[in-house]
């Protein structure tokens, strides 16, 4: 199982770039890193995927070095709407198309205004 | 479109009853997971079913069970509570779970929640 680490917390203030690190040491080749952002009582939400290199879309950027084995997070200019628990997760192994996925802890971030 | 809906939203039940809680995929989606969450921490898997056939099983004891319908709605069954079983139950949809395809590529969109406390 590719299991993630991150952070357990940060705090960032309001207008801030935010960048959260997932190490992912025993990553297996076919998987993909996948982030998702959770408010309370709510289900998560994906934010943004990536495989290797640089991603970017409308909310945030992801950025894979060429070993794979960490992931970062960033997003410009948070605002108090983006506190939340971020969740790093990579695909469980295998083959098959299996969705067994492993959460980890996640990183809360309080955005201050 | 609607997005993924689950019932009831919140229950309550005693230790040793069962509860059903029920999950309607987005439109299209084909494949459904399960995941508990309890207060505090990442949500865990439980199962995930695609076109009806059970493609993967977390770590929980066989008291926890489900199924997929030929719509793609799906139940999670739950026997014989426990403290313990007090937790937010996430369903999620994907549009496929190709055999072959990279694991973990398959985007993820989750209900709301079914928020179960067993007294």
């Known amino acids: 199982l590719a299991k993630t680490t991150q952070p357990i917390s940060m705090d960032s203030y309001e207008g801030q770039e935010v960048n959260i690190t997932c190490s992912h040491n025993?990553?297996?080749?076919?998987?993909?890193i996948t982030w998702y952002q959770q408010f309370p009582s709510q289900g998560p939400r994906f934010i943004i995927q990536?495989?290797?290199t640089k991603v970017t879309n409308e909310v945030a950027s992801l950025f894979i070095p060429a070993d794979r084995k960490s992931s970062t997070l960033s997003l410009p200019r948070v605002s108090l709407s983006d506190t939340a628990v971020y969740y790093c997760?990579?695909?469980?192994?295998?083959?098959?198309?299996?969705?067994?996925?492993?959460f980890g802890t996640g990183t809360k971030l309080q955005v201050i205004p | 479109d609607a997005g993924v809906t689950q019932s009831p939203t919140h229950l309550i039940k005693t230790r040793g009853q069962h509860v059903t809680l029920r999950c309607s995929p987005i439109?299209?989606?084909?494949?459904v997971s399960w995941y508990q969450q309890v207060l505090g921490q990442g949500p865990q898997f439980i199962f995930q079913?695609?076109?009806?056939?059970?493609?993967g099983r977390g770590n929980f004891p066989d008291r926890f069970s489900a199924r997929q319908f030929p719509n793609y709605s799906s139940e999670l069954n739950v026997n014989a509570l426990l403290l313990g079983d007090s937790a937010l139950y996430l369903c999620?949809?994907?549009?496929?779970?190709?055999?072959?395809?990279?694991?973990?590529?398959?985007?993820?969109?989750f209900g709301a929640g079914s928020r179960l406390t067993v007294l």
């Open positions: 079913y695609y076109e009806k056939e059970e493609r």
């Open positions: 439109s299209g989606h084909k494949s």
């Open positions: 997760l990579v695909g469980d192994g295998g083959s098959g198309g299996y969705q067994k996925v492993t």
């Open positions: 999620a949809s994907s549009l496929e779970s190709d055999r072959g395809k990279p694991t973990g590529a398959n985007v993820l969109t």
């Open positions: 025993n990553i297996a080749t076919n998987d993909y």
């Open positions: 990536g495989y290797k």
